[in-house]
């Protein structure tokens, strides 16, 4: 029985979970400015080059966000398995990934040819439609190197090799932004394409960040696919990934959705009140790659010390993400409390969108912890294993708890904007606690590793024999 002093964390933990999670931070950074780009040069073209640009990215990530979560299923299974030196399951888990990446790229890419009629029916500008429906058609092509650099990206932070995927989103953002100005204002010998401009170099941009990682990440990843894995096609395992996998896609879908629908609900309230949410929810975003980057390196030291069964590992790592991930946001909502105003102007002068922002900004402020420890709690559980339960719950804090809260203090209690983010405090609040809850009572439990194959006796016997070693 280990002593209560061996769950405390030490400073090796802390710099074991920074170092990795650093890098994983500046990569969600990259991710997002692909998108900041995108938006700003195409808001020079016109309101309606803007307008359907950000609904054919609200659209298409809305969707892609589900395949996405379920190739994050890698995470537990691969880190698992290098912790406990099992490389037939690291290779079986990585194949599977591109498996799963094709297989998922079909229904996805089918759905996404549904956004012209979909946004009909959610009644959008007539004349942002067209634009926006060409946009995602354009990009469609797009879908499957995309997931091709989620799964390498996920293996390879698995691995702990985070230098190619930080290089990669560089020069992907570099080539991004060269593209959209020369397509969408016709420079460099292209001819001017404005919206469809931006969705030709979106498309080029993930065709060359899935073919740069994966020339990058062949050194860590070569071992692993240069031949075909053992029972790699049985349908029973691949099954089994995607029962690990789909609710965290689904998880992600919940909360994107309920962010989404409240940008939509601010529509009906007015102009400024859509400017102002766009101002704070930026900040807020931006504030949130760090614990998401944190509850991404906590999956994977996690997972590792689930596969060499290590419970006083995994509880060293749970604490050390919770506090940093908390002490991370409680200082940004510090911030955003106390510097409204000054931090709404770097994005406008209007006096009526500051005013609102400054209003907005602190409940972000209040929010911050709350969304910190949930998106770190996650990722602990998902390093762990489990995905289901999180999914319920988030389901539960904001579908149930959250947008009718939101509804209710923005429309029957008349409270506007300020009304609907504070009923995604209440949700953020919700999930955070509960989801701290369930890692408290998971990690209390015995280290079960997840193996999607049956294992053989030979394999039995070898991976007893690296556990000794």
């Given at each position: 029985?280990?002593s209560h002093?061996?769950?405390k964390?030490?400073?090796a ?11 994983i931070?500046?990569i ?15 808001g ?19 969707l892609m ?5 379920a190739?994050m ?29 094709t ?8 759905t996404?040819?549904?956004?012209e ?19 995602v058609?354009?990009?469609?092509a ?10 390498v ?38 001819p001017?394409?404005?919206v ?10 993930r ?7 994966l ?9 692993y ?19 690990l996998g ?18 939509l ?65 409680t ?10 105003e ?8 209007e ?17 911050q912890?709350?969304?910190g ?7 602990l ?30 429309f029957a209690?008349e ?16 999930v955070?606690?509960l989801?701290v ?11 079960v590793?997840?193996?999607i194959d ?7 016997r070898?991976a007893l ?5």
């Amino acid at each position: 029985m280990s002593s209560h002093s061996n769950h405390k964390p030490k400073a090796a933990d802390f710099r074991e979970l920074v170092r990795l999670a650093a890098p994983i931070v500046l990569i969600q950074i990259g991710m997002m400015l692909m998108g900041v780009v995108d938006t700003m040069m195409v808001g020079r073209v016109s309101a309606v080059a803007l307008a359907a640009v950000a609904l054919a990215n609200l659209y298409s990530f809305g969707l892609m966000i589900f395949g996405m979560g379920a190739l994050m299923a890698l995470d537990p299974i691969v880190s698992q398995a290098l912790g406990a030196r099992d490389e037939i399951a690291v290779s079986r888990g990585v194949q599977r990934g591109f498996l799963l990446a094709t297989l998922l790229t079909v229904p996805i890419s089918l759905t996404l040819l549904t956004v012209e009629p979909a946004l009909r029916l959610a009644g959008q500008p007539e004349e942002v439609i067209p634009y926006a429906a060409g946009y995602v058609q354009r990009t469609l092509a797009g879908v499957w190197p995309f997931y091709v650099f989620v799964v390498v990206r996920q293996t390879l932070q698995a691995h702990r090799r985070t230098a190619p995927i930080v290089v990669t989103i560089v020069v992907a953002n570099l080539v991004n932004a060269a593209l959209n100005y020369a397509m969408i204002f016709g420079k460099l010998g292209f001819p001017a394409m404005g919206v469809f401009g931006s969705a030709w170099a979106t498309l080029i941009s993930r065709w060359l960040m899935a073919v740069m990682l994966l020339a990058l990440g062949w050194p860590h990843l070569g071992a692993y696919l240069r031949r075909l894995a053992p029972g790699l096609l049985e349908p029973v395992p691949i099954l089994r990934m995607l029962r690990l996998g789909a609710p965290i896609g689904a998880q992600m879908m919940f909360e994107f959705g309920a962010f989404a629908l409240v940008a939509l609900l601010m529509g009906r309230l007015g102009v400024v009140q859509v400017a102002a949410h766009q101002v704070a929810i930026n900040l807020a975003s931006l504030a949130f790659m760090v614990p998401v980057g944190i509850g991404s390196a906590a999956a994977v030291i996690v997972g590792h010390a689930v596969g060499r069964q290590d419970p006083d590992g995994v509880r060293r790592a749970t604490a050390a993400a919770l506090y940093v991930g908390a002490a991370f946001m409680t200082a940004t909502g510090a911030l955003f409390i106390g510097l409204p105003e000054p931090l709404a102007r770097l994005y406008t002068d209007e006096r009526d969108v500051l005013a609102l922002a400054a209003i907005l900004l602190p409940i972000a402020g209040v929010f911050q912890i709350f969304d910190g420890l949930q998106v770190v709690a996650v990722g602990l559980l998902r390093g762990l294993g489990d995905t289901r339960v999180p999914m319920l719950l988030h389901m539960i804090a904001f579908w149930v708890i959250a947008i009718p809260l939101s509804i209710f203090f923005a429309f029957a209690l008349e409270l506007g904007a300020p009304g609907l983010w504070w009923g995604l405090v209440a949700g953020l609040a919700a999930v955070a606690v509960l989801l701290v809850l369930r890692v408290r009572s998971r990690e209390r439990r015995e280290l079960v590793r997840i193996e999607i194959d049956e294992r053989t006796p030979s394999e039995r016997r070898d991976a007893l024999g690296a556990a000794v070693d």
